[in-house]
Nanobody, 123 residues
Framework: AVRLMESGGGSVDVGGSLRLSCVAQGFTRRRTSMGWFRQVPGKEREGVAVLLADGQTFYDELVKGRFTISQDNAKDTVYMQMDKLNSNDTAVYYC?????????????????WGKGTQVTVSS
């Protein structure tokens, strides 16, 4: 079965940085689409950054220029470097794998999900 495990979350001060990692199991060692989403209580899960198998990237406008998504295809690992964090970045961050089509930053476009990792940015 496919399993995704996020790590790298935690607490950081405003302006700080974190790097999230997601390890995917249950795939052959080939490139696949991977993405990061985040969710806060009372809101729907929103796309943050997406890396398609062909190398295209998509970012939410709120994080563009601050967050960078990358992929280690050999290990089926996706990373997201997050810099210049602010309080609005506080959320549970989820890794997603296998883009199904449609809006890239829509949660409904993705097949598999990790459990999530909490990111808290303190003002």
């Amino acid at each position: 079965a496919v399993r995704l495990m996020e790590s790298g979350g935690g607490s950081v001060d405003v302006g700080g940085s974190l790097r999230l990692s997601c390890v995917a199991q249950g795939f052959t060692r080939r490139r696949t689409s991977m993405g990061w989403f985040r969710q806060v209580p009372g809101k729907e899960r929103e796309g943050v950054a997406v890396l398609l198998a062909d190398g295209q990237t998509f970012y939410d406008e709120l994080v563009k220029g601050r967050f960078t998504i990358s992929q280690d295809n050999a290990k089926d690992t996706v990373y997201m470097q997050m810099d210049k964090l602010n309080s609005n970045d506080t959320a549970v961050y989820y890794c997603a794998v296998e883009y199904l089509g449609g809006s890239h930053l829509s949660a409904s476009a993705w097949r598999y999900w990790g459990k999530g990792t909490q990111v808290t940015v303190s003002s």
